[in-house]
């Protein structure tokens, strides 16, 4: 049940009715069994393993203050069932790599492992109420104010990631308001176009990105990657104006993912609107951890470099994600530097302002853009790529 399917609607308008019906008390049972009942839909057997992830992280997290190795205990079981899943075979594949250049010759045994649906943001949203707990920063609650966080079908398979601590208290409050009513409606109303018109639209021009390369001309090449850039914004956005415009619906509230990343002057600002939840997250749950920005120009630099990699491989398992958000976090880092020296200047009169605001919005687009030669080749195929898109003309 994805949200562009018409079954999505038969699912989502009983669901809300049924919400706002049952007494306040009966709500978070709602949620919990609609989002049971949608996420089974489609998942299947691995909602048997989400369960048994939901049950250790509220069993691990119930005596964090008293008992601090179930903190360690309640991590490893999240990240490690999502390295299962996700990253096993490009462990393996990189390793049996690393031996054919060293003259250890073995052949890798690679599983054939579905990938769970939705199981980045169920880790993402378990390593943040198990953090917060440790923390003590989560709000008294019981097992089904928890199971109802979990399992709020709108923002489950492509967020927006929200917090327990602002998702909580929504609930009782939560009130099916004209406005709420309207607002819902168009936001789901504009994500389906940008998904279904703009992005689907743009396979066009996109689809030829991963087949045989000799049939590609130069112009090709950067004609596909200026339209990935913005199918990838439209997909994506599209489907988080479904989440936010669903969630309205319950009268809850959850955050904004896309905030106008493509007019943004530099890539801090433009990372702030692009995904801002995932980046929010890796802000507080890996750049802070790391030291944040209270260290020395180099560590912070360093800091930025390895919490935008993690960014980069959360969105795939595979080597070119990883350069992706390497990239990335080198960007950011020579922004931070150059944002702190005393190179820049600011122009004087509006139009010089504008001028300068305008140059760097294009530059910023642009640098994303090259970026997405990263992000959509592999490895392997990009020693052709990049020549023939940068100096290897045909």
Known sequence: MIFNEIWYAFFLIPAVILFHLVPVRWRPWVLVLAGTAFYGYYARVFLVLIGVEIAFVWLLTRELQEQKWMFGAALAITLGALGYFKYRNMLVLTVAGVGDLVGWHYSPIVSRLVLPLAISFFTFEFVHYIVDCRKGTIPKHNLVDFLAFVMFFPTMVSGPIKRFQDFQPRVAEARLTADNLG?????IVVGLFRKMVIADTLD?????????????????????????????????????DIAIGSALLFGIKVPENFLQPFFKPNMAQFWRAWHASLYKWIVDYVFIPLGGSRRRERRVALNTIAAMTVSGIWHGAAWNYVLWGLYHGVLLAGYRFFQRSRLPLQPKGLLGQRVVYLASVAMTFLAFTVGLIIFGWPVSQLTVVIPRMFWDWR
Do not use: C, E, N
């Not at 607002?183 to 936001?187: A, D, E």
């Not at 021009?205 to 914004?233: N, Q």
């Open 204 to 240: 066009y021009w996109t689809r030829h990105m991963t087949t045989d390369l000799t049939v590609m001309s130069t112009l090709g090449l950067w004609i596909a990657v200026f339209a990935f850039s913005i199918k990838i914004y439209m997909d994506f956005a599209g489907y988080s």
């Open 183 to 187: 607002t819902g409606v168009v936001r």
